[in-house]
């Protein structure tokens, strides 16, 4: 069997001081969802990095050997990936990553993250159960929709995806990888998310839009209501339709907006979810979320009600 080259190896988490501050939940599945905020209460005030590199190594271990053959870790620079797809497959897919993340942050500009600690695991798994059952531990509702990777923002962010084939895999990565990257937490999930899409689409030459779905269903489905799922981030969760509309929604909105780059970066660093971007809109574009939207799909009441509230982005 080929090996994999020296600088992707197989991880290995020396043990330190810092081994005994890995403490997991307490819950019925044997899933090992650690206790973030537990953990952070140990952070040393020095050595930042060191410590949550060693807590991601540890918990991937532990992830690696849970799901047991053919799973195993391995490390690059950057990455922390859990894979079952062997030592050549999984090289190359961790050595792309490697090569995206540049072109990921070269897209991004000022809006990426400058301070990130630790490397960022990826969870590659093998079918479709196994990656729903571990997202469900990360979602209230019962029900959600489809995906093909969602980046996890909470304690040690992460992004975790099912193997299907590269076709699919590899756009999804630079998708979830955008996420991770992206400087404002923040930031209106519509933001977040059509960022992402046109980032994807930048990258990788995967194209994800296709406005004449948009059009189709203007009127049968968006309409001041289901405006207000979209504002809050419910409908990117949604198991119907109104998942995709979401996306091709938040992808031709920001493509619009993204016309006039500077004022762009300036106007996603001051927008945040508690208002959908509204006092950000009308700040660096002197328009509002109303005029925005009327311009993809004609005239309704498309207001934002603050009363609403915001998800994490996917």
Known sequence: MESIPSHLTLHTVPTNHFANQL?????????????????????????????????????????????????????????LLVSGRGKRESASIIRWLEEIQLKVANYLGPLLQQELYGKCPVFLFENDDEYYTYISHYYDEEEYGNSGGIYINRGYGHFALPFNEYVSVKPAMAHELT??????????????????????????GHLTFDYDTVKEHIGDYWNSETIQA?????????????????????????????????????????????????????????????????????????????????????
């Open 23 to 79: 403490v997991f939940l307490p819950n019925e599945s044997v899933w090992p969802i650690p206790d973030w905020d537990a953990i952070a209460e140990s952070e040393p005030t020095d050595a930042i990095d060191e410590f949550w590199t060693a807590m991601g190594g540890y918990w991937v271990d532990y992830v690696s050997a849970y799901l047991g053959h053919p799973y195993e870790t391995y490390e690059s620079n950057s990455f």
């Open 179 to 204: 996420h991770a990257l992206v400087r404002s937490a923040n930031m209106p999930l519509w933001l977040n998310e059509g960022i992402a899409q046109l980032c994807e689409e930048a990258v990788t």
């Open 230 to 314: 979209y504002w809050t981030g419910r409908s990117f969760q949604r198991a119907d339709h109104g998942q995709v509309l979401s996306y091709h929604l938040a992808q031709a909105m920001t493509y619009r907006l993204m016309t006039n780059r500077s004022q762009f970066d300036a106007f996603a660093l001051k927008a945040t979810a508690s208002d959908a971007g509204e006092s950000a809109l009308l700040e660096v574009f002197d328009t509002s979320l109303q005029i925005l939207v009327s311009s993809v799909l004609g005239e309704d009441n498309w207001t934002f009600r603050k009363e609403m509230r915001s998800i994490e982005p996917r």
